[in-house]
């Protein structure tokens, strides 16, 4: 399955973002979804996941509380929707997606991914 992830843009510290990741080609209802994103100059780091009926979401301790993932199985959309976006939070926001269950935290552990959406927060 091929992924559009799509909503970033540039804001200010405090704002919101809702990312969308959308498949190509086939449904993903069955399909693990997670996010993941890189800041310029760092590895790819997990930020949440959820599994395929969006029941049960974890989050990096970094963004819990603040970040929350969701899934619309009539659009067929998984949505990243950022609260109280801090500078350190700029980066490219990936989408992904895995057949295996339950959902976990490595970027290995992923075969399908969106090909980003950049976010800058400026303070």
């Known amino acids: 399955v091929q992924l559009v992830d799509s909503g970033g843009g540039s804001v200010q510290a405090g704002a919101s973002l809702r990312l969308s990741c959308t498949p190509s080609?086939?449904?993903?209802?069955?399909?693990?979804v997670a996010w993941f994103r890189q800041a310029p100059g760092k590895e790819r780091e997990f930020v949440g996941a959820?599994?395929?009926?969006?029941?049960?979401?974890f989050y990096a301790d970094s963004v819990k509380g603040r970040f929350t993932i969701s899934r619309d199985s009539a659009q067929d959309t998984a949505y990243l929707r950022m609260h109280g976006l801090k500078p350190e939070g700029t980066a490219v926001y990936y989408c992904?997606?895995?057949?295996?269950?339950?959902?976990?935290?490595?970027?290995?552990?992923?075969?399908?991914w969106g090909k980003g959406t950049q976010s800058a927060v400026s303070v």
């Open positions: 959820t599994n395929w009926n969006g029941d049960s979401p």
């Open positions: 992904t997606a895995s057949l295996r269950r339950p959902p976990r935290r490595g970027t290995h552990d992923y075969q399908h």
């Open positions: 080609g086939r449904r993903f209802s069955s399909y693990s």
